[in-house]
């Protein structure tokens, strides 16, 4: 196997942000997946998102499990922190080091094999416990590396590339995250860049657990007639329900834009999110009328994209368990083991 390395050196021309960082200072190795995987796609949007928060590499920690979409933290970030996991183990293992690093910011990358089937209940329970994390799932419906195999978000009644009816109802990871109290729920496409680097700059900027079910064909076993995982089949039944983009409080991010409603979300960290409205009736901050929504926009056969839903208000784990501001990792032995007399004053609370 040969691996063919990206050249170090740039053009000097090349637009850097605050921090002086080229968009190629956020990239990783060069990838190894199929030509025109999705993935990659996503990949390329959150480059092109940290660069434009203007990210400090080194503050973030990126995590992942197994299958191709796990993979892709190999191709982005190349100077940040990473750690790839065991098969659907990638939720505990970022939850623990959030706890023992809160200064960090944590970027999960999953696939719909590894956070729908066996990773599910590491799934749901940090949706649950509130991890202060983007978790991003790239969903193809399909399993890639074991040649096509129909994964658990498969609709119902899809046809794999042999022709194999799908009988079982899949599994909607974005209607369960809303169940389970995800406070930054989202769904795109990875074909549609303008959407999706915004929704992961939201997402990475918001205080508590923020999901997005990234819909992306894999080009070896789901991109044909009969999948609903398609680059096809998403583009004529995707339905978006705003338009965004973000401001952080450091320096505006400009844009174009349609005639049409604008509404402005404050986020818990100050940060805002601004929503080009297309149904004047859409509220982001009701999960109900969202969880409602994306039932709905099921059963008519069609994909919603977009900002599903935002808690202004958002909480962490951190928060809800009153740890310390300073980081678990940095705490000195005197702080970590306070002695018998305060160890005899927790357990007399507890009798």
Request: charged share 20%; aromatic share 6%.
């Amino acid at each position: 196997m040969t691996y063919i390395l990206k050249p170090r050196m740039h053009h000097p021309a090349l637009k850097t942000n605050a921090l002086g960082l080229t968009r190629r200072d956020y990239e990783g190795k060069v990838s190894t997946l199929c030509a025109g995987c999705g993935h990659d796609s996503i990949s390329a949007a959150i480059i092109q998102a940290a660069f434009e928060l203007e990210v400090e590499p080194h503050r973030l920690a990126k995590m992942s499990g197994i299958g191709c979409s796990s993979k892709t933290p190999d191709y982005f970030l190349g100077q940040s922190h990473g750690f790839n996991t065991v098969h659907g183990r990638m939720p505990s293992v970022l939850t623990g080091a959030n706890l023992a690093n809160r200064d960090l910011i944590y970027l999960g990358v999953s696939g719909d094999g590894d956070s729908a089937s066996i990773g599910l209940g590491q799934f749901a329970h940090s949706m649950r416990r509130g991890v202060n994390m983007t978790y991003i799932v790239e969903n193809n419906g399909v399993y890639g590396l074991t040649k096509g195999q129909f994964s658990a978000t498969s609709d119902k009644g899809s046809k794999s590339k042999k022709g194999v009816e799908n009988t079982e109802s899949g599994i909607d990871l974005v209607a369960l995250a809303l169940q389970l109290g995800a406070t930054y729920v989202a769904r795109s496409f990875s074909g549609d860049k303008g959407q999706l680097v915004p929704l992961i700059k939201g997402a990475l900027r918001h205080h508590g657990p923020a999901f997005l079910d990234v819909i992306s064909p894999c080009v070896a076993f789901n991109n044909h007639d009969g999948s609903t995982k398609s680059y096809d089949y998403v583009r004529e039944h995707n339905e978006a329900v705003n338009r965004l983009d973000v401001i952080t409080g450091q320096a505006a991010i400009t844009a174009e834009y349609e005639p049409g409603e604008l509404r402005e979300v404050t986020q818990h960290d100050g940060s805002v999110l601004r929503l080009r409205k297309l149904g004047e009736d859409y509220d982001p901050t009701d999960r109900i009328a969202a969880a409602n929504h994306v039932q709905e926009s099921a059963a008519a056969g069609e994909i919603s994209t977009g900002l599903l839903y935002v808690d202004p208000d958002a909480s962490d784990l951190h928060d809800r368990l009153r740890t310390c501001e300073t980081p678990l990792n940095q705490l000195s032995d005197a702080d970590l083991v306070p002695g018998a007399k305060a160890l005899a004053a927790i357990n007399a609370r507890l009798r």
